[in-house]
């Protein structure tokens, strides 16, 4: 529910056949469901909702035809800002699978009162955030209470599976285990971006997590509360007005 596999959109997969042998490593990973996330970052990362969707259509009919296990949902990485709701209003943005969740990126350096601010604006707008590797911002490594205080507003966290497996550092680590051990983590994603540079481990964290921390936990974080996502998607497209 976080990579960037679409085609030649942001700075992940260069080429469809990349992305195709990205999707391919997912599936070796476990995977069979995935929400591709390209990013939507004023300035930075801009694609058209056009391109985009023209990408992400060739992919998933490309992938189809090689393997039917797989599934392909649209979503995106949006980068936190005041005119977050009007993008996704215009479709510049995406939430994910269609559903009211949105992936939700943040300066690395962005200060809590920020991140409440931005919060508040998603979901006040009836949209439910999940935070994008949230071991990446200083103010929620320093103070886990921001952590807790974001999930009562109602946002959700994610973490990278990279980081959960020592990839990204032993201090980044130990705060995912901190997290994880407290039960404070919903999902978790690859956030792979090719296929030598930033590839899916999303297999390696979900053993590392059912030795650690039990199957039953893994369950809940890898496939049930995503599951939970494209659930929202299908009310949604079937006009069933449910909170979320």
Same mark, same amino acid.
């Given at each position: 529910?976080?990579?960037?596999?679409?085609?030649?959109?942001?700075?992940?997969?260069?080429?469809?056949?990349?992305?195709?042998k990205m999707?391919?490593?997912?599936?070796?990973?476990?995977?069979?469901?995935?929400?591709?996330?390209?990013?939507?970052?004023?300035?930075?990362?801009?694609?058209?909702?056009?391109?985009?969707?023209?990408?992400?259509?060739?992919?998933?009919?490309?992938?189809?035809?090689?393997?039917?296990?797989?599934?392909?949902?649209?979503?995106?990485?949006?980068y936190a800002?005041?005119?977050?709701?009007?993008?996704?209003?215009?479709?510049?943005?995406?939430?994910?699978?269609?559903?009211?969740?949105?992936?939700?990126?943040?300066?690395?350096?962005?200060?809590?009162?920020?991140?409440?601010?931005?919060?508040?604006?998603?979901?006040?707008?009836?949209?439910?955030?999940?935070?994008?590797?949230?071991?990446?911002?200083?103010?929620?490594?320093?103070?886990?209470?921001?952590?807790?205080?974001?999930?009562?507003?109602?946002?959700?966290?994610?973490?990278?599976?990279?980081?959960? !497996?020592?990839?990204? %550092?032993? =201090?980044?680590?130990?705060? #995912? $285990? +901190?997290?994880? @051990? /407290?039960?404070?983590?919903?999902?978790?994603?690859?956030?792979?971006?090719?296929?030598?540079?930033? !590839?899916?481990?999303? %297999?390696? =964290?979900?053993?590392?997590? #059912? $030795? +650690?921390?039990? @199957? /039953?936990?893994?369950?809940?974080?890898?496939?049930?509360?995503?599951?939970?996502i494209l659930?929202?998607?299908?009310?949604?497209?079937?006009?069933?007005?449910?909170?979320?």
């Open positions: 529910m976080h990579c960037h596999i679409v085609p030649c959109v942001d700075d992940g997969a260069a080429s469809l056949e990349e992305a195709v999707v391919e490593a997912e599936y070796k990973q476990g995977v069979r469901r995935i929400i591709v996330t390209p990013h939507f970052r004023k300035g930075m990362f801009e694609p058209s909702a056009l391109e985009v969707k023209k990408q992400f259509q060739l992919l998933r009919k490309t992938v189809w035809e090689i393997n039917k296990d797989i599934r392909l949902y649209l979503g995106c990485e949006l800002s005041e005119d977050m709701i009007s993008q996704l209003d215009s479709r510049c943005a995406v939430a994910m699978a269609g559903s009211k969740y949105v992936l939700t990126e943040l300066h690395e350096f962005v200060a809590a009162s920020q991140v409440r601010r931005y919060l508040g604006l998603l979901l006040s707008d009836g949209y439910r955030p999940v935070i994008a590797h949230a071991e990446r911002y200083e103010c929620m490594r320093k103070d886990i209470k921001l952590i807790e205080d974001m999930i009562a507003m109602g946002a959700l966290i994610q973490l990278n599976a990279d980081s959960i !497996v020592g990839k990204n %550092g032993y =201090a980044v680590r130990k705060f #995912c $285990k +901190k997290l994880l @051990k /407290e039960g404070k983590v919903h999902f978790v994603g690859s956030d792979c971006h090719g296929i030598k540079r930033r !590839v899916s481990r999303i %297999g390696d =964290a979900y053993d590392y997590i #059912c $030795k +650690k921390y039990g @199957k /039953e936990y893994a369950d809940e974080i890898f496939v049930y509360n995503p599951q939970m659930e929202n998607a299908r009310q949604r497209r079937a006009g069933i007005k449910r909170t979320i």
